[in-house]
C-alpha cells in the first residue's frame, strides 16, 4: 500500500515536473537576448507597411532603405548612436551605462537595430500630405547642418522638396536618454500648404520575449491616460485579420506609444495639447523576420504652413533603459502622462510602486541589491508579525495543553475529522489557537506578489551581485548539482532544461520543507501529498527564475520558520504572564 | 450542482492542491475555510455558497476564537 502510494506520488512529481517544462518552454523561454546589431553588409529594402496615403507613417514608400548610407554620428553622456540620414531613422542607440554581460568587457547594450540586419528596430518622423504634395520619404537623403548632434549642439536635418517646401527635422538631444524633434516645414511658396506631422517605432522582427503574466514585453502607449499593453501576439493575430493590419487605435490629446522590453524603451510623444491619432499595426515585410510591429502618432488635425511662413511640430522621443526615477523625471517636466507606466508595475501599482521606491532606498543604503531585498522583507514580516502573534496573547497554555491534546488523540483513534473538530474546540474553550487565520493570509498575497514582482522586473537588479557565487541576481543560480557544481565537466541541460538546479534553489526547497514541518497538515491525504511534493516541485520551478527571487522566497521562509519558532517560545516560555482564568 | 457551482468548487480545489501547500494552512476553524466554501458551494448553490465562503473567510482572523463551524444546512437559513 505505502509502496503503491509512494510510486504514484512519484509519478505524479514527475508528470507536473514534465507538464511544467512545457509550460515554461512555453512562458518562460530561457534569457533572451539583448537586440544586439552590427554594421550590415546586404541593404534591403523595406517593404510597404501598414496603412497606405501618401507619406503616411504606416506607408514608408517601397523601395529605399539604405543601410550604409551617410549618418549623423550622435554622443551624449548616456547615450551615443547614429541618426540613417537616408529616412532619417533613429536605428542606432547604444546606451554607455549598461553591459550586455557582466563581463567588464562584454559590448555596451544597442537598443536599436539597423534595417537589413536581422533585429531592425526603429524610430521614425515624417509627414503627410493630404493635398498631394511631395514630402519626405525612405528614400530622402537629408543634409545635416553639423558633423555630430550632442547636448550643446542641437542639429538641424533639412530636405528641399524642389516645390517650394523645406522640410526641416531640428533634432536635441540630452543628458539623459531623450531626443527632442521638432518637425519644421518651411513655406516659400504662393499658397498655404496643409501636412500632418506623424512618429512612429517599429519593430521589423519578433524578439524572443522572456514575457510571462508577470512581465509585459512588446507595443505599448499611454491613450487618454489609459496604459495599452499589445503583446506581439495579440498585434499579430488582430492585424492580419482586420484591414490595413490595424490592431488598436484611438484618439485623444497627447499621450505617448512605443515599444519595450524587460528593460529598454523605445517610445515616442507628441506635443501633449494636440490632437494624436494612434495606431498599432501589424504588416509583413522583407526585413528582419517578416513581421513588422508598429505603433504610431499622427495629428488629428492637419496643420497648415502660411504661403511665406513656416509650421512646426515638437515630440520627445525616448531611447533608454526604464529607470524609474528618470522616466518620473520626464513625466514631470514635460507632462508626458503615466511615463513611468512603461515599467510594467501591473494593475498593483499602488502597492508596487511604493515597494520599488523602498527597494530602491534600500539598495542605494546598503549598496547591494540582494540586502535590500532581506531588508525590506524583514520589514514586511515585522508589519505582519502583531497579526500573527495576536493569537497567543493570553499564553502559557500551550503546554498545559498538551495532555488534553493527546487525551483527544486516544478518544478519537482513527477518526481524523472527529479529532480536528475536537481539537478546534478546545482552542476555541482554552482561548488559543495556534493559526493565524485565512483573512490575515490572504491580505498578506498581494503584497508577497508584488513584492514578487517588483524584484522580477526593476532593472535595478540587472547585473546586480549577491555574496559568494551570485554574481547577478537577475538571472537563474549559475550552479548546477547535477554536475556536482561544476566538478564533472558535463551540462546536464543538454538532456533536459530541468537537469539544472543550483545551491540557493535547493537551500530555498529546504527552508520551504522547515516551514512545512511546523505547520498544522491538512487531514485530506490528497492535499497531503501535495504539501509534502510542493519543496520539490518549488526547487526545479525557481531553479529557473532570477537569482534574486529565488532569494527572496528562501529568506521569507527562513524569517517564518523563525517567527514560528519565538512565537512558539513566547507561547511555552516558563513565565505565562497572564495568570489562567476561572 | 449548477455549472457554475461546479467551477467554482473546481477553482478552490484547485488553490487547495496548488496555492495552499505554499502558503501553508493556517485555517482557525474545523472544517477549514476551502472545504467549507466546497461544502457550501454544493449545498447552497454558487451565489449563496459564495457568499457563505466570503463570510467565513472574513471571520478567520486571529480576533475570532475559531472552533467547530460547520456549513449552516439549507433549512437553517
Not at chain 1, 126 to 155: H, R, Y
Not at chain 1, 279 to 289: A, H, L, P, R
Not at chain 1, 328 to 342: E, G, L, T, V
Not at chain 1, 377 to 382: A, D, E, I, M, S
Request: proline share 8%; charged share 15%; hydrophobic share 40%.
Amino acid at each position: 500500500m505505502d509502496s503503491k502510494r509512494l510510486i504514484l506520488a512519484l509519478a505524479l512529481s514527475f508528470g507536473i515536473l514534465a507538464i511544467f517544462t512545457v509550460l515554461q518552454e512555453k512562458f518562460f523561454p530561457h534569457p533572451a537576448h539583448n537586440p544586439t546589431q552590427t554594421a550590415q553588409t546586404t541593404p534591403q529594402s523595406t517593404a510597404t507597411k501598414p496603412q497606405s496615403a501618401t507619406g503616411a507613417p504606416g506607408s514608408a514608400s517601397t523601395q529605399a532603405a539604405v543601410a550604409n548610407g551617410p549618418r549623423l554620428a550622435v554622443d551624449a553622456p548616456m547615450l551615443k548612436g547614429s541618426i540613417e540620414l537616408t529616412g532619417a531613422v533613429f536605428d542606432d542607440v547604444v546606451l554607455k551605462d549598461y553591459h550586455e554581460t557582466v563581463a567588464k568587457n562584454s559590448p555596451l547594450v544597442q537598443i536599436m537595430g539597423r534595417r537589413g540586419g536581422t533585429t531592425p528596430s526603429y524610430v521614425q518622423f515624417g509627414w503627410t500630405a493630404p493635398a498631394g504634395a511631395k514630402v519626405p520619404d525612405d528614400s530622402t537623403v537629408w543634409t545635416p547642418s553639423a558633423q555630430e548632434l550632442t547636448p550643446k549642439t542641437p542639429v538641424t536635418l533639412s530636405w528641399d522638396n524642389g516645390q517650394g517646401l523645406i522640410f526641416q527635422l531640428i533634432l536635441k538631444v540630452d543628458d539623459k536618454y531623450m531626443f527632442t524633434v521638432t518637425q519644421n516645414v518651411v513655406n516659400k511658396g504662393a499658397a498655404p500648404v496643409q501636412v500632418y506631422p506623424w512618429s512612429r517605432v517599429v519593430r521589423d522582427y519578433k524578439p524572443k520575449v522572456e514575457s510571462s503574466w508577470v512581465l509585459f514585453e512588446g507595443p505599448l502607449g499611454v491613450f487618454n491616460g489609459t496604459l495599452k499593453q499589445e503583446g506581439y501576439g495579440a498585434l499579430k493575430d488582430k492585424g492580419e485579420k482586420s484591414a490595413g493590419g490595424v490592431a488598436y487605435s484611438s484618439s485623444g490629446p497627447g499621450g505617448w506609444t512605443g515599444i519595450t522590453d524587460k528593460y529598454w524603451l523605445a517610445a515616442v510623444a507628441p506635443e501633449q495639447t494636440a490632437q494624436m491619432n494612434a495606431t498599432m499595426s501589424y504588416g509583413k515585410v522583407i526585413d528582419g523576420d517578416g513581421g513588422a510591429y508598429q505603433t504610431s502618432f499622427i495629428t488629428d488635425k492637419a496643420i497648415t504652413v502660411p504661403a511665406g511662413g513656416q509650421a512646426a511640430f515638437t515630440s520627445h522621443l525616448f531611447t533608454g533603459a526604464k529607470v524609474v526615477k528618470i522616466l518620473d523625471y520626464y513625466q514631470r517636466i514635460y507632462h508626458i502622462p503615466n511615463f513611468y507606466k512603461a515599467v510594467d508595475f501591473g494593475i498593483l501599482y499602488f502597492l508596487t510602486k511604493p515597494i520599488f521606491f523602498a527597494l530602491d532606498w534600500l539598495n542605494t543604503l546598503t549598496g547591494n541589491f540582494g540586502l535590500a531585498i532581506m531588508i525590506f522583507t524583514v520589514g514586511v514580516k515585522l508589519l505582519f508579525f502583531p497579526l500573527a502573534s495576536y493569537s497567543y496573547r493570553s499564553m502559557g497554555r500551550m503546554k498545559a495543553m498538551q495532555p488534553k491534546i493527546a487525551a483527544l488523540k486516544e478518544q478519537y483513534k482513527g477518526d481524523n475529522t472527529k479529532l480536528q473538530q475536537a481539537t478546534m474546540e478546545l482552542y476555541k474553550t482554552e482561548k488559543i489557537n495556534p493559526a493565524s487565520g485565512c483573512l490575515p493570509m490572504l491580505l498578506q498575497i498581494p503584497v508577497f506578489f508584488s513584492l514578487y514582482k517588483v524584484i522580477f522586473i526593476t532593472i535595478e537588479m540587472r547585473q546586480a551581485p549577491f555574496y559568494g557565487w551570485i554574481k547577478d541576481l537577475s538571472v537563474p543560480d549559475p550552479t548546477n548539482i547535477f554536475n556536482l557544481f561544476g566538478l564533472i565537466p558535463y551540462d546536464p541541460t543538454m538532456i533536459s532544461p530541468l537537469l539544472h538546479v543550483g545551491l540557493l534553489p535547493i537551500i530555498m526547497g529546504f527552508t520551504m520543507y522547515l516551514q512545512q514541518k511546523l505547520n498544522p497538515t491538512p487531514p485530506d491525504p490528497a492535499q497531503q501529498r501535495m504539501f509534502q511534493l510542493m519543496p520539490i516541485i518549488f526547487t526545479f520551478m525557481l531553479a529557473r527564475s532570477p537569482a534574486g527571487l529565488v532569494l527572496y522566497w528562501a529568506w521569507n521562509n527562513i524569517l517564518s520558520v523563525g517567527q514560528q519558532w519565538l512565537i512558539m517560545r513566547r507561547a511555552m516560555g516558563p513565565k505565562p504572564t497572564v495568570p489562567a482564568k476561572g | 450542482m449548477s455549472p457554475a457551482a461546479l467551477m467554482l468548487s473546481g477553482a478552490v480545489r484547485a488553490y487547495e492542491l496548488t496555492l495552499r501547500p505554499v502558503i501553508g494552512a493556517n485555517c482557525r476553524f474545523h472544517p477549514s475555510c476551502s472545504a467549507y466554501a466546497r461544502e457550501a458551494l454544493v449545498c447552497h448553490g454558487a451565489a449563496r455558497g459564495s457568499l457563505l465562503a466570503a463570510k467565513r473567510i472574513l471571520r478567520c482572523h486571529p480576533f475570532n476564537p475559531g472552533g467547530y463551524d460547520p456549513v449552516p444546512t439549507p433549512k437553517d437559513s
